[in-house]
């Protein structure tokens, strides 16, 4: 490795030193604000580098890893959403009594395996990636050691993603054994077309996308999202919500541009059934939650299911709509669980639909900010989810995809029925007098406050954010 490739790897470098210096730190000074601040250091750090790395793009690093506009967008976003989850874990882990050090250090592994995924291009980046980020979430997940919903989620998550774990390892296997090379390129070194492909290369592949499903809790693999958002502490519902789904469904795009997917029927006909069966599920099984975190862990499961549709639609308009949803995504589902994080105190969190009964008459900004996530989650006009979910409509009708469009616009229509449920019980008389929130920390508030102002800009004037997306978009296979 050159110079040049070392200081491309910067951003992944520094975060990765910062678990280090996070948990050698704690080891002998035992301080919550301390390892909350190196934590946001490493972060801003690793952001600022991005620039830095910006001119070196495109860079192939080794055969594992590439450093493209495409994995420097995504790293940003990476980086940004962290930045506010930190921000909201300092003051929920505060009044939860949960504050510990050790926290700060897995979630930077988890933020490091994020960055891996953006940029990887060969099966073994792809599996130190996707395990760097797991086994940190493992932790993450059962880290409110006193709930026993914590620790069942942490235990749910790690059979599931041994199981996503066992597809990825079988399938990569099997392309091995057929290409004798594990790189993304050997997809397309001599074999362009289906025709040179043995029928044991579309099951390899078939088995990856299998793997995905699982990682991005696809419909029928998405069994163990509802337990985990709901075990896991607030933030970290957050982090797998965003980033983790984010750098899963960035490796896919990347995987998928190597395959020539839209070259493949029987490719796209498995990412077409997945599509509908994840978007009908995902918003008929949130109908009747009672339980927030459960309602976001189905919507999310839902809008990948959106996801699957410019997926398939491929090319610039494609992939920069998935960029744009992505964005969309992180400032609305952040703010919504931002919202659950700072209304959490004690042993317990505020994931009770009916304990939000009234919010927005006695906590009025809480209240907004948390029926303004509802509506860009269901894709009211004036706010950014509206943008997104048109977006990515105008990829399937560009690309001629009409069924799925319709489809997906249903979808749309019936999710809008259980987010507007949850902004009118925001605005009903509460049902029991006197109902007592916990103090908001300042930092959040103004983190939650700069959330909802950009999905209400972004919602008005998407244009920077698209020309961004589009520029982004310039996806380089080696």
């Known amino acids: 490795m050159t110079s040049a490739d070392i200081l491309a790897l910067l951003p992944l470098v520094i975060v990765a030193y910062g678990a280090v210096v996070v948990l050698l730190v704690g080891a002998f000074w035992r301080n919550h604000t301390a390892a909350a601040t190196i934590c946001l250091f490493t972060v801003v750090a690793a952001f600022i580098s991005l620039f830095t790395v910006a001119p070196l793009a495109p860079r192939q690093i080794t055969p594992l890893l590439r450093i493209d506009t495409f994995a420097l967008a995504y ?12 921000i909201f874990s300092h003051g929920y882990l505060e009044r939860t009594e949960l504050a510990s050090e050790k926290y700060y250090g897995l979630f930077l592994l988890a933020v490091s395996g994020m960055l891996v995924l953006a940029a990887s291009t060969h099966f ?6 996707v395990e760097a980020l797991s086994v940190a979430l493992y932790g993450l997940i059962g880290y409110a050691v006193r709930r026993p919903s914590s620790l069942e989620a942490g235990l749910k998550y790690l059979v599931l993603a041994g199981a996503a774990l066992a597809f990825l390892l079988f399938g990569m296997a099997i392309v091995y054994s057929e290409f004798g090379a594990m790189g993304f390129a050997a997809f397309r070194g001599g074999m362009p077309g289906a025709q040179g492909w043995t029928p044991l290369v579309p099951l390899g592949i078939g088995l990856i996308i299998v793997g995905f499903g699982f990682k991005l ?44 997917l839209q070259d493949h029927a029987s490719l796209v006909m498995l990412v077409q059934v997945l599509s509908i069966i994840t978007m009908f599920g995902g918003n008929l099984l949130a109908l009747l939650q009672r339980n927030i975190k459960r309602l976001l862990a189905y919507s999310s499961i839902a809008h990948i299911g959106y996801l699957f549709i410019p997926l398939l639609a491929g090319g610039k308009e494609g992939i920069s709509s998935i960029g744009f949803y992505f964005v969309s995504y992180f400032i609305t589902t952040i703010a919504a669980f931002g919202v659950v994080s700072v209304l959490s105190a004690g042993n317990s969190e505020a994931e009770d639909l009916d304990g939000y009964r009234g919010l927005g008459l006695q906590r009025p900004w809480l209240g907004a900010a948390l029926a303004l996530t509802m509506l860009s989650l269901a894709g009211i006009p004036l706010t950014v989810g509206f943008i997104a979910k048109l977006y990515i409509f105008a990829a399937a009708a560009h690309s001629g995809l009409w069924a799925l469009l319709v489809i997906g616009v249903v979808n749309s229509g019936l999710a809008a029925y259980y987010y507007l449920r949850v902004l009118a019980t925001l605005y009903l008389h509460p049902s029991r007098a006197g109902v007592q929130w916990p103090d908001t920390d300042p930092a959040s508030m103004v983190v939650l406050a700069t959330l909802i102002a950009a999905l209400v800009f972004l919602g008005i004037f998407p244009t920077p954010l698209i020309g961004l997306a589009l520029y982004a978009s310039g996806l380089s296979l080696p």
Do not use: N
Request: no cysteine; aromatic share 12%; charged share 5%.
């Open 75 to 86: 790293m940003g976003l990476f980086l940004l959403g962290a930045l506010t989850i930190i």
């Open 217 to 260: 809790a696809a419909v029928p693999f998405h069994t163990w999202a509802p337990d985990v958002y709901q075990g896991a502490p607030a933030p970290i519902s957050a982090l797998i919500a965003t980033g983790s789904k984010a750098a899963v469904f960035a490796l896919l795009i990347r995987f998928s541009s190597a395959v020539a």
């Open 124 to 129: 073994v980046s792809f599996f130190v990636g």
